[in-house]
Nanobody
Framework: QVQLVESGGGLVQPGGSLRLSCAASGFTFRYYGIGWFRQAPGREREGVSCFTTADGSTYYADSVKARFTFSRDSAKKMVYLQMNSLTPEDTAVYYC????????????????WGIGTLVTVSS
């Protein structure tokens, strides 16, 4: 059974940084897309970043480009999202997800979701 468990959320001041982690287990796909979504209060869920094993590319939403960095440790089946220069607009529940591939910065045909971790950016 595929499981995704996020951690690392919390309260941070504007301009600060957080590192989210996602522990992935139970899957043996060779080709897949894995990444992050977020959902702010009162807004639709949006893609933040996606990595595809098809060619090793990583994609980012324009709103986070140059501030957020996706990384992974394939041996540990962990993925991370380093978030710098956070603003109140980054406040959201962040979800890790796996799908078939990436459609730009969005995980394509998402099949599995974590339960999310809350990031609050506030002074």
């Amino acid at each position: 059974q595929v499981q995704l468990v996020e951690s690392g959320g919390g309260l941070v001041q504007p301009g600060g940084s957080l590192r989210l982690s996602c522990a992935a287990s139970g899957f043996t796909f060779r080709y897949y897309g894995i990444g992050w979504f977020r959902q702010a209060p009162g807004r639709e869920r949006e893609g933040v970043s996606c990595f595809t094993t098809a060619d090793g590319s990583t994609y980012y939403a324009d709103s986070v480009k140059a501030r957020f960095t996706f990384s992974r440790d394939s041996a540990k089946k962990m993925v991370y999202l380093q978030m710098n220069s956070l603003t109140p607009e980054d406040t959201a529940v962040y979800y890790c997800a796996i799908g078939n591939s990436c459609s730009g910065h969005v995980v394509y045909n998402t099949e599995y979701w974590g339960i999310g971790t809350l990031v609050t950016v506030s002074s």
